[in-house]
């Protein structure tokens, strides 16, 4: 940011001050869609004949960044000194403080549980998807799988069976995986295929939290854990002892999952961790032959239990072979069919994320956040 803001972006001369009055008249008019705030002007300088402006919004969103540009240009390029505009966006994504007063991480700024009641209804597609949208977007973005009897998020972002993960010098930490611009961790990175979890709940949630905490993860934004299926008492536990700032239910329209779901709000609830919304998965079923689209499992449920549970739909996710395929082979849909219309809603998702998370469980002062070291 230093670089930026300094940088290069500083060879220029000051806006004359008839085209800084233009600037701040255009950037006053402009509402970004999610907190209806103007991106702030870090700087706007004037090289030759182009305007050079750095700008900054408070989460990433690279995918909406040129249309808030748009009428930005446009008032510059009206002027005669002006004939070129060159815009460079800083995302300043702030560490939200997490619920019950529970530490921080000092590596990372927001943790998002993604949860749901019911297995099988593509919680981990999800996670990976939207963890691929959030980088998409401009962040730092881990993903920790904490399913650990069913661990898919490495298979998921291809990760080659057998991986491991470096240890830190100090041998205390685990470096986590990198693959698609990601950090991951799962405990499919420490055994093999040929280990039986049989695992009690205190075990889990133990073995978990040393994933957690003993993991070097690398200056995150966000963390996405990808949580165990299921409401039970591992899945409470958890929720207790990690910072986790906000959660995400996933679900499908049928009412057994739906039920499901209420569960999970209703687990988050208990802990007072701010479910930021429900994510209604295979939701319509678009056939890859005529494009007719088939409402298979129901209609409008997730949007229903948002209401009635005081939280929002954040999207709906069609039922799509390619999700499917391309998540099978370790190509995500947002990593290798990025403009595909479940990208894009991926992307919409990711950002509303984000702008969620923003201001949440802040309760006067700010919590300090210290690291985490083992115990
Ligand atoms: N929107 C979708 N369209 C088509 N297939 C999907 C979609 N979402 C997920 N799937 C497929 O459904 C199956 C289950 O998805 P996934 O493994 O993500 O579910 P899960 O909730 O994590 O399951 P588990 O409870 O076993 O962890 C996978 O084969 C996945 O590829
Ligand atoms: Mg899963």
């Known amino acids: 940011m230093f670089e930026k803001l300094f940088g290069k972006k500083n060879a220029g001369e000051p806006l004359p001050a008839t085209l800084q009055a233009t600037l701040d008249k255009a950037l ?168 039986p979890m049989v695992w009690r709940g205190p075990m889990v949630s133990g073995a978990l939290q040393q994933l957690l905490t003993q993991t070097k993860w690398d200056g995150l934004d966000y963390l996405f854990i990808d949580m165990p299926p299921g409401t039970g008492d591992i899945q409470l536990t958890l929720s207790q002892k990690v910072p986790v700032t906000g959660s995400v239910v996933v679900t499908t329209p049928q009412d057994i999952a739906l039920l499901d779901a209420i569960k999970g709000i209703e687990m988050f609830n208990k802990v007072d961790i701010p479910v930021l919304g429900v994510v209604e998965n295979m939701s319509v079923h678009i056939c890859s032959n005529c494009g007719h689209a088939e409402h298979i499992f129901g209609e409008g449920g997730g949007e229903k239990i948002a209401s009635q549970y005081g939280t929002r739909m954040l999207g709906n996710l069609p039922l799509a072979l390619e999700i499917r395929q391309q998540a099978d082979a370790g190509q995500p849909t947002v990593a290798t069919d990025a403009d595909s219309s479940s990208a894009l809603i991926y992307r919409e998702i990711a950002r509303q994320i984000a702008t969620g998370l923003i201001g949440k469980n802040e309760q006067g002062s700010a919590i300090p956040s210290i690291s985490i070291v083992d115990d």
């Open 28 to 195: 006053a008019q402009l509402k970004d869609p999610y907190l209806q705030q103007a991106p702030a002007q870090e700087a706007a300088t004037l090289q030759g004949n182009t305007a050079q402006l750095v700008l900054s919004l408070p989460y990433p969103a690279a995918g909406i960044a040129g249309q808030l540009e748009a009428p930005l240009r446009e008032a510059l390029l009206a002027d005669s000194a002006v004939e070129a505009v060159d815009i460079e966006w800083i995302w300043q994504i702030a560490r939200n403080s997490t619920p019950r007063n529970l530490p921080g991480m000092a590596e990372v700024k927001n943790i998002i549980a993604v949860a749901s009641g019911k297995g099988g209804v593509g919680k981990s597609t999800t996670t990976v998807n939207l963890a691929l949208a959030m980088a998409a977007e401009g962040a730092r973005v881990g993903v920790l799988d904490a399913d650990i009897y069913g661990p898919s998020i490495g298979q998921m972002l291809g990760v080659a069976s057998g991986t491991r993960p470096d240890s830190s010098d100090d041998e205390q930490y685990f470096i986590p995986v990198e693959s698609l611009g990601l950090q991951s961790m799962s405990m499919a990175y420490l055994i093999d295929d040929n280990t």
